[in-house]
């Protein structure tokens, strides 16, 4: 057997591997996904301009050849081109469009309308037409004849152009790829930026929140702010048209309002929510809560006041206009009403007082006067109407037996004047009256004057409606019987003897007492 010439072996080595070598799959780098191949048989265009116009499309530059027409065409629409009319079936290398307005004025566009054809260094570039602009048109996407295939917006790179761009849903970012910051410009100044982590500055480049501006900010309608909003400027106001934050007109608060300082407030004021406000609040217009009201400083209202739930106060408080609480009001200092504060309301002890340093106390219902109170005199204007069916006095009882009784019947103390006693004599004319409260029937009007003869701590009725303590043994009682006192302690009874009981009379019998002792509802009426 021959040896194998070692040459030989190496060349045949080197044909093996480049066969594994060649053999294995490519992977390859991004390819132009908008390749264009032929003619092109459909082009997308949108047309900016006037509306209402009419747009033509010509094969020859002298306007020959028609094979597009569509009229009442308006700015922003999207016009699709096909090439089915035409004798080959394909655009020719040039397009013509004219572009007619309603008021007969027309012009001509003239169009690159075939794929390109690499002639020159840079001329498939020059003669791609898609995302590009000619006169009112700006192409959108175009379709070749050799595969079908359709090239948008969304297949190209594009640069951004000052005039403005036409983009698809998945091309439409403006900025950088890589981690820098864009930065917007003017005179050759920066007046903005928006940083690497998405921080927009405006009048500042080094922004440190989500939104940072150096400088005035004008919102011309709402804002909304779903977060906090912290004013951290310390301006102090002394004017509705200064300080941190200045509203020149209504301010509206659906939640809470707390402040640490002074409330002044030139125009309107509506909050729906809780409000405090831990030093003095000052507000010329009107003043609208819906929600509770806290506040523990002073308080000046120049106008109407409306709280639909709790008014609480720590402080003075001062309202020059209508004021309306729909819930509680709470005040712990003094409420003072007029621009002076001539008239006070506040709390002394346990006692409420109401106090008018000028003139009258006047109390209306249904914009009529109903009471007026003077250093003189209160003069009622209507009836009164009291629960309770007596008219009593306060009276101190000496010389008790037993204990006393609503119902029981009193004479005066001979031996101490303005006391009472229990009557225990027949024909009484020392008698006074009965003991208010019995059956039931409660004290409408009690009269009485504290720290003197005209005090005391037993209600007795004068004169009104009364149950009464009644002895039947002398005499049974029935509607109309007049009666007077009775041996018995504390108890009337029928008169039987008129003569006697001139001047020890106590009233007359409203209902019956067959036999023996009880209560009878009496209408006083002393003689």
Not at 424 to 436: E, R
């Amino acid at each position: 057997m021959k040896p194998v010439n070692s040459s030989l072996l190496t060349l045949f080595a080197l044909v093996i591997s480049s066969f594994f070598i060649y053999a294995q799959p490519k992977v390859l780098c991004p390819q132009d996904t908008c390749n264009c191949y032929g003619d092109l048989i459909q082009i997308q265009t949108y047309y900016f301009g006037p509306s209402n116009v009419k747009v033509e499309a010509f094969i020859k530059k002298d306007l020959s050849g028609l094979f597009f027409t569509q009229a009442g065409v308006i700015d922003g629409q999207l016009l699709t081109i096909n090439s089915t009319s035409l004798p080959d079936g394909v655009f020719p290398a040039y397009t013509y469009l004219r572009l007619t307005g309603s008021d007969g004025t027309s012009c001509v566009t003239e169009l690159y309308s075939r794929c390109p054809i690499n002639a020159w260094p840079g001329a498939t570039e020059d003669l791609r037409i898609v995302g590009k602009t000619f006169g009112n048109f700006t192409i959108f996407s175009h379709t070749d004849m050799q595969k079908h295939q359709e090239c948008s917006i969304d297949n190209i790179e594009q640069d951004w152009h000052v005039g403005g761009n036409i983009v698809g849903p998945s091309k439409n970012t403006l900025g950088t790829k890589n981690k820098e910051s864009v930065q917007f410009i003017t005179d050759d100044k920066i007046r903005g930026i928006l940083t690497k982590d998405g921080d927009f500055g405006f009048g500042i480049t080094t922004p440190d929140a989500k939104v940072d501006v150096n400088g005035n900010a004008k919102i011309r309608e709402k804002l909304n702010v779903l977060g906090v909003a912290t004013v951290d400027n310390t301006t102090a106001s002394s004017s509705a048209n200064s300080g941190a934050l200045v509203v020149k007109g209504g301010l509206g608060l659906a939640g809470n309002l707390n402040t640490g300082g002074n409330v002044n407030v030139d125009g309107t004021m509506t909050v729906e929510g809780f409000t405090r406000i831990n030093d003095n609040a000052q507000i010329t217009g009107n003043l609208a809560v819906t929600g509770t009201t806290t506040i523990d400083g002073a308080t000046l209202v120049n106008n109407d006041t409306r709280i639909a739930r709790d008014l609480r106060v720590n402080g003075f408080t001062t309202i020059d206009g209508f004021t309306k609480v729909d819930d509680n009001a709470q005040i712990t200092g003094e409420l003072s009403i007029g621009s002076a504060g001539d008239a006070v309301l506040r709390k002394s002890g346990t006692s409420l007082i109401v106090e008018n340093n000028t003139g009258n106390v006047r109390f209306e219902a249904s914009n009529e006067e109903m009471m007026i109170i003077s250093n003189q005199q209160v003069e009622v204007k209507k009836k009164v109407v009291v629960t309770g069916a007596d008219l009593a006095e306060r009276f101190s009882v000496n010389n008790l037996k037993s204990s006393l009784l609503p119902g029981m019947v009193m004479a005066i103390d001979q031996n101490e004047a303005g006391k009472l006693v229990v009557s225990d004599k027949a024909y009484d004319k020392t008698v006074a009256g009965i003991i208010s409260g019995a059956g039931g029937i409660n004290t409408a009007m009690l009269l009485g004057q504290a720290g003197t003869a005209a005090d005391g701590d037993v209600a007795v009725a004068i004169t009104g409606r009364v149950y009464c303590y009644v002895d039947a043994a002398y005499g049974a009682i029935k509607p109309g019987d007049i009666l007077t006192s009775s041996p018995t302690y504390g108890h009337a009874m029928k008169v039987s003897n008129y003569k006697k009981a001139q001047g020890a009379i106590i009233g007359k019998a409203m209902s019956s007492l067959e036999n023996g002792k009880g209560l009878v509802l009496v209408l006083i009426s002393m003689q």
